[in-house]
């Protein structure tokens, strides 16, 4: 089992527990402030978050003359089905 498996377990079991993805929630960013959004637009911001990284990554990788690898989440779907 690889060390992904518990957390996202975690990730998925939060949001089967969660009746309204449009309930407004609060977060507080230590330079920002406070902000009251919608628990659909946090999920849409770490799903944007993740993608940024992989691209920075990738971006690196290509620097460093390596070749780029696949980054779209579509290909990891592809991949993990191929395992299966």
Avoid: W
Wanted: aromatic fraction near 10%.
């Amino acid at each position: 089992m690889d060390g992904y498996a518990e957390p996202a377990k975690l990730y998925k079991a939060f949001f089967n527990s969660q009746e309204d993805m449009d309930k407004l929630m609060a977060t507080d960013h230590t330079t920002i402030g406070r902000l009251e959004t919608h628990l659909s637009e946090l999920v849409q911001l770490v799903v944007n978050h993740g993608t940024y990284h992989r691209r920075n990554l990738a971006s690196m990788i290509r620097q460093q003359g390596y070749p780029s690898v696949p980054t779209d989440y579509i290909m990891y779907l592809y991949d993990r089905q191929a395992e299966n």
